[in-house]
C-alpha cells in the first residue's frame, strides 16, 4: 500500500443525514414587506444523502456528486444552491473551530439519495452531512446543539437535518425557530419525489388569492397546532395523524400543477390513510398503517400511474457519522 492511498484510507471519514418531510404546514397571513410566516411539522425519514470527506495535502475543497449506484452526476445537473451550501458548511465549521484555509484543503463526494429539487430537505441534508463528516474528520469537540446553531448560519433545513426526530418549525422574515418533539415510535408512508420549476413568491401569493376567494378560511392571524396533531406524531399513530395533518400550500400547488390531483387520487383509491403534497413543492406523501403496507402502496402506485415511489418511515434520527 502506497504512503498516500494509507493516507486518504485514514483521513476519510462518512456521515449520513436524513430528508425532511412536511406532514402539516400553516402559512401566515401576508404583508406588504416580506413573505408570511411558516410554521411547519416535520418528520425526518429514512432517505439520507450520504458525505464522504477526505484530507487533501493542498488547501483546494473539491465537491463531486454521485447518484445512488454511485455514478458520477455531471456538474451541470447539480443545482447551484446545492454548491453553496455545502462551501458554507464547510466555512461556518472551520471558521468557528479557527482552522486555516492552508490546513483545510478536502475531497467531498456527496452521494444523493434524495433528488435534487424536491422541497424533501435534500440541499440542506447534504451539509449536514458535510458538518457531521467534517466535525469529525477535525476532531473537533462540538455539541450537536452548538453544530446545530452553526447549521442555522449554512442555510434553511440544515438544523433541523442536524437535529432529526419530529421538530415544529416556525420561519419567519428575521428567525427560524427549530423545537424537537420527543417521540415515541414511527410511522409508515409513502414517498412521491417529484420536481417543478415553482417560484416560491408565486407559491405565496396563490395562496393569498385562494384565500381570497373563500369565506371559510381557517385563521392564521397565529399560527399554532392541534396538541393532538403533535401527540399523533409522538405516539407514531398514523390513523390520527393522517386526520389532522394539512399543507397550506396544497390547494396553490394544485391550482399551478392540475394533474397533482390525479396523484392524490391516486394514492387515496390505492390504500393511502392521507394524501398530501410536501410542504411549497410538487413531491407527495402518503401515509400507510405499517411499512409492509407503504411498500405494496407504493408498488401499487408505480404500476398505476408509472411514477416512482417509494416506502419509508419516520422520525429518524438526524446527521451521524456512519
Known sequence: MSAQLEYDEQSAVTAQAPAMVS???????????????VLSLKLAVSRYDIATIRMREDKEV?????????TLIDYA?????DL???FRAVDELRQHLSRSKAASGLDITIQKHIPFETHLGGTA??????????AGLWDASIAREELGRIAQRVGDGVAESITGGAVITHVDATEAMVTPVLV???????LVPAAADLDEAEMFQQVHMLRQAKNDVPDRSQLEFDPELVQSVARGDASQLALMMHNDFQPALVSILPEHNDWLTAGMDEG???AQTIDRGPSLVFLAESISAATELAERFEQRMEI??????GPVAGAHLL
Do not use: K, R
Not at 23 to 37: I, L, Y
Not at 184 to 190: D, G, I, N, Q
Not at 308 to 313: H, M
Open 84 to 86: 453553496v451550501y455545502i
Open 308 to 313: 416512482s415511489a417509494v416506502a419509508e418511515s
Open 77 to 81: 445537473d447539480v443545482p447551484h444552491g
Open 62 to 70: 473539491l465537491v463531486s456528486f454521485e447518484d445512488a449506484a454511485q
Open 184 to 190: 415515541h415510535s414511527e410511522v409508515a408512508m409513502v
Open 23 to 37: 406532514v402539516t404546514n400553516q402559512v401566515g397571513e401576508p404583508n406588504d414587506f416580506q413573505d408570511p410566516a
Open 272 to 274: 393511502a390513510l392521507a
Open 125 to 134: 441534508a447534504a451539509a449536514a452531512a458535510v458538518l457531521v463528516a467534517l
